[in-house]
């Protein structure tokens, strides 16, 4: 049987080689606002800190907010 097979691979490099063609900035993009704004609601909704009715009701505006920022990404 094989080692290592469960094991999870990353694409980033965890060496510490230095990066000189920038391959890193190049292909890890930070989150958006929309992206961020989502997150924190989730975490907040898994810690009990909103109720399922606030959650349901600030999930869609946070979903279209992020589809314009596709939108507007891609025009």
């Known amino acids: 049987m ?3 097979r469960s094991r ?8 510490g080689k ?8 190049r292909t890890i993009k930070p989150l958006t606002y929309a992206q961020l704004r989502i ?8 810690k009990g800190e909103i ?3 606030e959650f ?6 946070i979903l279209d ?3 314009r ?3 507007n990404m891609n025009s």
Do not use: H, I, Q
């Open 56 to 61: 349901k009701r600030e999930l869609p505006r």
């Open 69 to 71: 920022e596709k939108r």
């Open 51 to 53: 109720t399922p009715d």
């Open 8 to 15: 999870v691979e990353f694409s980033v490099s965890k060496s």
């Open 39 to 46: 997150r924190y609601l989730c975490n907040a909704y898994m």
């Open 2 to 4: 094989r080692k290592g």
């Open 65 to 67: 907010a992020r589809d």
């Open 18 to 25: 230095t990066d000189s063609a920038k391959w890193k900035d």
